[in-house]
């Protein structure tokens, strides 16, 4: 079935909510404002990469405290 028209009468006034997580995959509740049909739009999630935002301070600074420790010895 094509993405982005309704799968029962093709229209594209298509009301979008938001997205619901599941372990592996995700979907998009979608409803038709021409004709009301509701269906769920299926997206599979995969694995792509770490990003890191930030570490909190206390971890990042025993890390340092303990590396410092391990190169006096
Ligand atoms: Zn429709």
Redesign the pocket.
């Known amino acids: 079935m094509a993405m982005w028209v309704?799968p029962?009468?093709?229209?594209e006034n298509l009301n979008y909510g938001s997205i619901e997580l599941e372990s592996e995959s995700a979907f998009f509740p979608r409803v038709?404002e021409?004709?009301w049909?509701e269906w769920n739009e299926w997206y599979e999630l995969s694995y792509y990469d770490q990003e890191v935002v930030s570490y909190p301070d206390d971890l990042s600074n025993n890390q340092k405290e303990n590396d410092s420790e391990g190169t006096n010895k």
Do not use: L, P, V
């Not at 029962?8 to 229209?11: E, L, Y």
């Open positions: 309704c029962h009468c093709w229209g038709c021409d004709c049909a």
